[in-house]
């Protein structure tokens, strides 16, 4: 197994871990003073993440203010979003709806970034819609604000990653790191302090034991993707609804019925083969960049690769 898909297991594992420690606030903490310290804890792995070359001052210099900003923005609603969903609904609803970002992932590179998706990845996509609806099952049972937050915590995570894949080749890595925990920082400080409470000591320890796996799990998770193809870091993420179904039951006595587990299966089945159909397509393609440098391409080539006649 490759190195980069052990360091993706332990990242995901990781992330679900310091959701599980979220959700065990329940209305305890209002989701701006969890979000808050989470940020803040979360830097403090997250800071020696800095490449090599790039200043921490130099996070202000920007090619892209505008993007940049609005991924911030994005960012902060999608962690405010979520972090409603785990203290209100359970925890496997809440990723079968938040792993629905593909779905507007797609759709927004086909608006914004004029992408070409064919009709096997629209099926898929769909398959996973039809996964989470039998996971969810509106209009059968009554729907929660977690449910419609962890909904729109996909669309804001969308738009945080169809930003991110316009800005990432030009911005520095300090600036796509420093800028959106900046935002996390103030505008949770901001809102929570009209209903402030001050955490009791195991609280205070709950919230830097999740904020420090939120980042190290960051860290993780760029070591994965500097050591597997994205095409094997990427499937690695449905180790997450393993996590919610055992911790979820663990912990909190949630357990999806038979209905829910045939759609958190579909969720991944489809998740999975939108991966492996974006593996296969880059394998192919790389071998056939190798064939066409490889191949001779005049007269002369062939009479270099094949040497003189006789």
Request: hydrophobic letters at 55%; glycine letters at 8%.
């Amino acid at each position: 197994m490759p190195v980069g898909v052990i360091y993706a297991v332990v990242a995901y594992s990781v992330y679900s871990c310091g959701d599980a420690i979220i959700k065990g606030f329940g209305q305890d903490l209002s989701v701006f003073e969890i979000g808050f310290f989470i940020a803040v804890f979360g830097l403090i792995p997250a800071a020696f993440a800095k490449p090599k070359g790039e200043r921490w001052r130099d996070s202000f210099r920007l090619k892209h203010p505008f993007l940049v900003h609005l991924r911030s923005f994005t960012g902060v609603a999608s962690a405010i979003l979520v972090t409603v969903s785990f203290t209100t609904i359970p925890f496997a609803e809440t990723y079968s709806l938040v792993f629905m970002m593909p779905l507007f992932i797609t759709v927004m590179s086909v608006l914004f970034l004029k992408e070409k998706v064919d009709a096997i990845r629209w099926a898929m996509l769909a398959l996973g819609f039809l996964g989470v609806m039998l996971v969810v099952r509106p209009g059968f049972r009554e729907l929660e604000l977690g449910h419609l937050t962890a909904l729109l915590c996909a669309v804001f995570g969308a738009s945080t990653t169809t930003i991110l894949r316009v800005i990432a080749p030009t911005e520095k890595r300090v600036s796509l790191i420093v800028l959106p925990a900046l935002y996390v920082i103030i505008i949770n400080a901001v809102l929570m302090a009209p209903s402030f409470i001050m955490p009791t000591a195991q609280q205070f320890g709950l919230l830097a034991a999740s904020g420090s796996m939120v980042g190290m799990g960051h860290i993780l998770l760029i070591a994965a993707t500097r050591n597997a193809p994205a095409s094997q870091v990427a499937p690695i993420q449905y180790v997450q609804i393993v996590w919610a179904i055992g911790l979820g039951a663990f912990f909190y006595f949630e357990y999806p019925d038979f209905v829910a587990y045939i759609g958190l299966a579909v969720v991944v089945l489809s998740g999975l083969v939108n991966v492996f159909i974006d593996g296969a397509r880059t394998r192919i393609a790389g071998r056939f960049a190798e064939y066409r440098a490889r191949r001779p391409s005049s007269p002369t080539d062939i009479t270099e690769v094949q040497g003189p006649e006789i």
